[in-house]
Every structure is written in C-alpha cells, then in structure tokens.
C-alpha cells in the first residue's frame, strides 16, 4: 500500500516561471491537504480538497496560487509567476473519507521548491 | 481560533536518557492532537495521535503522550532515547468540524542527540 506521491522532490525554477506540483493520495483517501514550510518555520495550511471540490482554501495567497483535484488523476498545486519568497517545502497530505474518530492525515515526503 | 506552542524551539539530550517535548494547545474545547517527526530533508511520519479516551497514548518508536485538559498540554515523552531519534517534532492540533479540517501546527522541537 504505497503512501502519499509526491512529484517533484525538488524543483527549481526562476522568478516569473511557473511551478507545478502533483500529489498523488493514498489509495482509498478522497481528501487532499496541501501544507507550506518556510525555513526554519513548521508548516502551514494552505487548501483542502476533495474530488473536483475546494473545500477550504483559507490559507492560499490570493495571487498566483492555484489548486485542483480532478476526477481522475493527482492534485496539483501551482504557482504562477513565481518569486523567491515562495521557495519553501510544499507539503501534500491525504486522508480517508470523514467518520468522526478518524481524522488522521498522512503526509507525502514534499516538494522543495527553489526559485532563482 | 486554535494555535499549538512549542515552547522548546532546540533540545539536547545525551542518547539513553529520557526525552520530554512540550506542547500546548489553545481552543475552547477539546480537539484531536497529534505528534509528527521530520526528519532533515524528509516528509512528516505520525508518531501518535490523540482523539479521545484513555489521556496516555501509545505510538511508535517507544514514545507516548499524555493529555492533560487541566493544563491545555499534550507532551511527547520516551524514557530513552536513540542517536536515530534526532529529527523536528512537531505538535499538531485539528478541530473536528465537517468542513473544516486544517492541522494548525507548532513551529517544531529541533531534537539533538549527544553520545
């Protein structure tokens, strides 16, 4: 049972390009978490979502940043225009379908974006 | 709105002695907590989690955690401790609200392991 994908492990890109990040949940998981680390900092909640629905997208810039989970296929996160201050780690964690009691997210081994 | 506090931001620890990581949590009633590792350049492994029931939790790796409501705490503890445990441990709460599902996490205990 393979934990949660995440692709790419590390990406570089320069400011004003655009950055794609997929995540891939556990199978059986319909929720999908997206999380951001700073340097030295702990992670911070960006969106959730379910299949083909934002859920909550409270922690999202409102600027260039953009998330899906589509039907088929990974989540994808991305950031259009990048710019320095979003290099960071961009962690994905999935979790099963809601039944109170289980309520555990379980996190992929990130993305760590640098940008030029 | 809930916020978790690290109040430990490094600790040092001689391996074989024993380990206690605090965290404090701040919300009016009781949500689910969680204690994850981070090890360098690595993705976060759950170590345990707390929803409800029995206030001292098992996990993984010999570490357990007690619930104290009293004190708004959730420390980690283990009562010896490998040169293969230094890594960032994080303290996580989520309230259980359909809809609202967001971990809010402290910002981390850097854990050293001296021989």
């Known amino acids: 049972n393979a934990g949660v994908m995440q692709n790419p492990r590390h990406l570089v890109r320069r400011r004003g390009q655009e950055a794609r990040l997929r995540c891939s949940p556990m199978?059986?998981?319909?929720?999908v978490y997206w999380y951001r680390q700073l340097p030295e900092e702990g992670l911070k909640f960006m969106v959730y979502?379910?299949?083909?629905?934002?859920?909550?997208e409270s922690g999202m810039p409102k600027e260039r940043f953009s998330a899906e989970f589509p039907k088929e296929g990974p989540s994808i996160l991305r950031i259009q225009q990048v710019v320095r201050g979003d290099s960071a780690a961009y962690f994905c964690a999935s979790s099963p379908p809601r039944r109170q009691g289980e309520d555990t997210q379980y996190f992929g081994p990130g993305t760590r974006l640098t940008v030029l | 709105a809930q916020s978790v506090t690290q109040p430990d931001i490094h600790i040092t620890v001689s391996e074989g002695a024993s380990l206690e990581l605090r965290c404090n949590y701040s919300?009016?009633?009781?949500?689910?907590l969680f204690w994850y590792v981070q090890s360098p350049g690595q993705g976060l492994q759950l170590l345990l989690k707390?929803?409800?029931?029995?206030?001292l939790v098992q996990g993984i790796k010999g570490f357990e955690a007690e619930f104290k409501r009293s004190q708004s705490s959730f420390n980690l503890r283990k009562p010896s401790v490998h040169w293969s445990d230094a890594a960032e441990y994080f303290c996580a709460s989520l309230i259980s609200n359909f809809g609202n599902e967001k971990l809010t996490f402290g910002t981390g205990t850097r854990l050293t392991i001296i021989p």
């Open positions: 979502l379910q299949k083909e629905n934002i859920i909550d």
């Open positions: 199978k059986g998981h319909s929720h």
């Open positions: 707390y929803f409800s029931g029995d206030t």
């Open positions: 919300y009016g009633a009781t949500p689910y």
